[in-house]
Structure formats: C-alpha cells, structure tokens
C-alpha cells in the first residue's frame, strides 16, 4: 500500500511527535510485521508510517473515540462538523456539554467526537487538556480563522483506517501490547518525565503518570526485549530516565516544544531515543 501523504494527525495533542518524525524514523527498524503504539497521541508517527498492521491504544476514551468515528462514520462526522461556530459564547457552552454526564452520556459518538476535533480546533493553544473530574477545561483561542473541517485530512485518515488492519484498543499500556511476538515493533510514546515540577503535564488524561508508572513502564521494555521484540521509546533526558535506560542504546535528539506558557521556556530541549537494537 502506498503511502498517502494527507494522512496527517487530525489532533493536535501535548508532546505530539510531528517534529521528531524525521529522527524517530532514522531509528526506527527496517522491517517488522506489526507495529504497535500503546500511547498513540495525535498519531503523528502511525500516520507517519503507515503500517498495514498495527495494534494502537490510548487510555483517553474520547481520543479512541474520534479515531473509531473517522474510520466507521467520516461523513457524518464532516457533516456534524460544519454545524458548529468560532464563537466564544456557542465554544463554552460545547465545552460545558461533558458536565452533565447523563445528558453527555446521550450524545452519539459522532456528536462526541465531532465537539473534541471543535473544542481543540478552537481552544487556545489547540490543547486538549482535563480537570481532575476528566471535564475538557481549556479557554477559548480567538483564532480569526480555525480549520474546524479538515475534510481531506479525515476522509484520507478514514480511507487509511479502512485500508490497513489496526486495532484500536483504549486501557493500560500493558494490556496494549498482550501477546506481542517476535518480528513486531513497538513505539513507545509515554507522558515524559518532567523536566522541573512545574514541567509535569499529564492533563491530558485525569489519571496521571508518574515515576512508578515510568518503572512499570521500564520493565515491560525489559519483558519485551527478553522475547526479542524490538523497541523504540521517546522521553526527556532526565537523569533518571537517562539512568532508568541505561542498559540500552540511547540518542540524545533536540526537539522544539511549543506549549509552555512562557515563550522564554519554548527553545530546544534535550530528549531521548531509547531502543534495543542496533
């Protein structure tokens, strides 16, 4: 299957990967049978690649959604789309929907994955971003002219979806790669180990993932390389992820990140590439 180049993310999500796709590639194995992500994201690199065969997981069940709705519902959701307006007034009261979780549970799923692609289209900085209840809580952007119907980007993810056999699973990234064999591949993409403490961004989900959950993350590497599954993992060059890996083969890449509320903080920073091969 060729590659189609609009298929491209349709999210724009924390820590995305768009930027680091040419030194992810660099390392990525030249051939493997199914490619796994267990912490997909926007998607930048299964869209990036291409796979015909891929297992991806994220534990945002609104996230899993929007992905099962471009690829089962693409037209409707175009559709859905086009009903709604760059207006702060009709955005906060979009926003607000998921506050009443009987009302909210009502919504179809195109309905609800049609308010997440608006709500990050239109939210300031395109963040998504939830409070401890798990409720979409980012302002509104005042962006004069935001791209809220991608229609060639959803209907190429769509016809991707269609094309390729992907599973898509929404839980524990343990659970995501149960009964992987040798000749897979696994990209691990997980929330980074902060920099500083006022650098941990895990509102993306209202579960959180901290040092133990890195460990635990760690050591499923560890169970994955002794099968001979090869791996590739992103994280920042912390001392402790730099010490956590230090039994595997480590590149230290530069990477732009752009969401931090003080521009002074927005310059390269130092992540990591972290694999079991050569």
Not at 209 to 234: G, M, T
């Amino acid at each position: 299957m060729k590659k189609n180049p609009l298929v491209a993310p349709v999210l724009k999500w924390v820590g995305g990967k768009r930027q680091l796709l040419p030194d992810i590639e660099k390392h990525m194995p030249n051939k493997f049978s199914t490619y796994y992500e267990p912490f997909l994201g926007g998607g930048a690199v299964l869209f990036e690649l291409q796979p015909q065969k891929a297992v991806v997981n994220d534990i945002n069940e609104e996230l899993i959604n929007v992905y099962k709705v471009i690829r089962d519902h693409v037209e409707e959701l175009i559709e859905d789309l086009k009903r709604h307006k760059n207006e702060a007034d009709y955005f906060y009261k979009i926003r607000e929907l998921d506050r009443d979780k009987e009302k909210y549970n009502q919504l179809t799923s195109t309905q609800k994955a049609s308010r997440i692609l608006y709500l990050n289209k239109t939210c300031y900085n395109g963040l998504f971003r939830v409070n401890q209840q798990g409720e979409f809580n980012t302002p509104f952007g005042r962006y004069k002219n935001p791209n809220i119907v991608n229609e060639n980007t959803l209907r190429a993810v769509s016809s991707y979806f269609n094309k390729a056999k992907i599973t898509f699973k929404c839980g524990d990234f343990e659970e995501a790669v149960k009964g992987v064999r040798k000749g897979s591949f696994v990209y691990f993409d997980p929330p980074y180990d902060p920099v500083s403490v006022s650098a941990n961004f895990t509102g993306y989900d209202k579960g959180g993932f901290d040092r133990d959950e890195q460990i635990r993350l760690k050591k499923l590497c560890d169970k994955l390389n002794s099968k001979k599954v090869n791996f590739l993992l992103s994280n920042s060059a912390t001392d402790f992820i730099l010490d956590l890996y230090k039994d595997y083969n480590i590149t230290i890449v530069k990477a732009k990140r752009a969401i931090n509320s003080k521009a002074d903080k927005r310059g390269a920073v130092n992540e990591v590439l972290v694999k079991n091969y050569e």
